[in-house]
């Protein structure tokens, strides 16, 4: 395998309606690996699945992102290329810095700790990824726009990204796309209350004292000629920035405390690491890199569970990648689920095993792993992620475990958006001593 190697994307049957996107994507790569193609309701579209391939398309300028999530949050820096999106990248970089992202761990922190000491008095299982949901959109509010968001905002971000998924299948997975009346008003509902709430973040960020994203991001924007006014600037980067920085990081911990809380041997060297760095301290930044284990663990959950499951991508002109021709408007798909379970680069892939990430992450094969992409558009929020994750595990295993309610088999993904568990995660809190 060298990079310039040739390939072809042979025609695999289209989707049908209520197809499972990825057992439909799973069988395909069963029988090519690499590369292959479908008509979906919008375009043809060229899945790609070999490193070499991937990182073609993710190099090159012409290949953008889709206007799929533009319908909902308009031109923001998670919708955008060119010169817009360099300005707002540019703009917001500091606020994601690695050093700064040590700063908000005592936010990560106190926010865990009260959800903590709530879930462990509540004696019914609690819906836990609703909680994790919860508690990953106070931190990320509160963290970059020093206000928490609340629950009805939450319940309505729901309506809002369900919304999301569903356009998603429609346009790539040909699902059949019937929206109800109901639906569409409670979806209006959702959004005006976003809106609303957004839209107070921005007022009351203004007055702030402490540097905040809002402050920057206003010196940037400008009521524009199109229509575009600051208003609505500040509302999209802010519902921007609370969809990408919560349900990404809510859900890896989701797949993460289940892996936990399923395998004792795990567990049990979480709980002594944990111990071991943390000595009875609130967890601070200075802990979060001697957690290497518990680092290692998240990496395999995110290699096994990549949150961001799918990326779609569109041909802004006719480009070749390694042979492939793909033609103005056509849409690639990189996958980072199946590319992460590719037995050429990972040994016994369906395994989890965490001690494979005890190693250096550059001897990693380049392109390979990809749960926060890679290039020109990198998440900008890893830093903060991996920040925010280890806080919030090591605060809940300093001092309680997780028990699993439902049953601790390992259950399978589904592509609904976001990399959710099929079926949820029903957990009781308890103290670590309760045995
Ligand atoms: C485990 C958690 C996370 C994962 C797996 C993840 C994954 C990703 C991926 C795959 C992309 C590329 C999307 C694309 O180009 O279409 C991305 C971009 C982005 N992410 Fe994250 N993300 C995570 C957490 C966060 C957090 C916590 C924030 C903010 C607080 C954030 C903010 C962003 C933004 C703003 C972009 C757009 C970057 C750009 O194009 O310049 N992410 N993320």
């Known amino acids: 395998m060298n990079s310039n190697q040739y390939w072809t994307a042979p025609v695999v049957p289209p989707p049908t309606d209520g197809c499972d996107p990825l057992a439909f994507l799973g069988a395909a790569v069963s029988e090519f690996p690499d590369a292959f193609s479908f008509q979906s309701r919008v375009s043809r579209c060229i899945f790609i699945n070999h490193p070499d391939l991937v990182k073609s398309a993710i190099l090159n300028k012409d290949i953008v992102r889709t206007e799929l999530l533009k319908t909902v949050t308009g031109e923001t820096i998670l919708t955008s290329e ?12 500091p606020i994601f810095a690695a050093k700064k992202a040590s700063e908000y761990v005592s936010v990560f922190h106190r926010q865990c700790a009260a959800q903590l000491e709530r879930w462990a008095e509540v004696i019914e299982p609690l819906n836990f990824e609703q909680e994790l949901d919860h508690l990953t959109l106070a931190i990320v509010s509160e963290s ?37 009346p109901s639906d569409n008003r409670k979806l209006t509902e959702a959004q005006n209350y976003i809106n609303e709430t957004a839209d107070n973040i921005a007022s009351a960020s203004q007055v702030h004292d402490t540097e905040n994203l809002i402050q920057i991001l206003q010196e940037k924007g400008v009521d524009r000629d199109d229509g575009y006014s600051l208003k609505n600037y500040l509302r999209n980067e802010i519902i921007t920035m609370l969809i990408a920085g919560h349900e990404t990081t809510s859900v890896s911990l989701s797949w993460l405390l289940r892996e936990i809380a399923s395998r004792p041997e795990i567990e049990a060297n979480v709980v002594r690491e944990v111990d071991s760095v943390l000595s009875g301290q609130a967890c601070r930044a200075e802990h979060l890199h001697q957690l290497e284990y518990l680092s290692a663990v998240l990496d395999e959950t995110l290699r096994l569970y990549p949150p961001i499951w799918l990326v779609p991508r569109t041909a802004a002109c006719d480009v070749v990648l390694h042979g492939i021709q793909v033609q103005k408007g056509e849409t690639v798909v990189v996958c980072p689920f199946f590319l992460h379970r590719r037995s050429d680069y990972w040994k016994r892939p369906e395994e989890f095993n965490p001690t494979r990430f005890l190693v250096k992450k550059e001897t990693l094969p380049m392109y390979s792993y990809l749960p926060f992409f890679a290039s020109r558009h990198i ?36 592509g609904a958006g976001s990399l959710r568990i099929r079926g949820g995660m029903q957990t009781r809190i308890l103290k670590r001593d309760d045995r």
Do not use: M
């Open 379 to 414: 998440c900008i929020g890893k830093h903060f992620a991996y920040a925010e994750i280890l806080t919030v595990a090591a605060t809940i295993y300093q001092s309680h475990r997780i028990e699993l309610v439902d049953d601790d088999s390992p259950k399978t993904p589904v």
């Open 144 to 180: 970059l726009f020093s206000q928490v968001v609340d629950k009805k905002f939450c319940n309505y971000f729901r309506v809002l990204l369900d919304r999301i998924a569903k356009v998603q299948n429609a346009s790539l997975f040909n699902h059949r796309f019937s929206i109800l």
């Open 82 to 93: 060119g010169s817009f999106w360099a300005g707002q990248r540019k703009a917001a970089l």
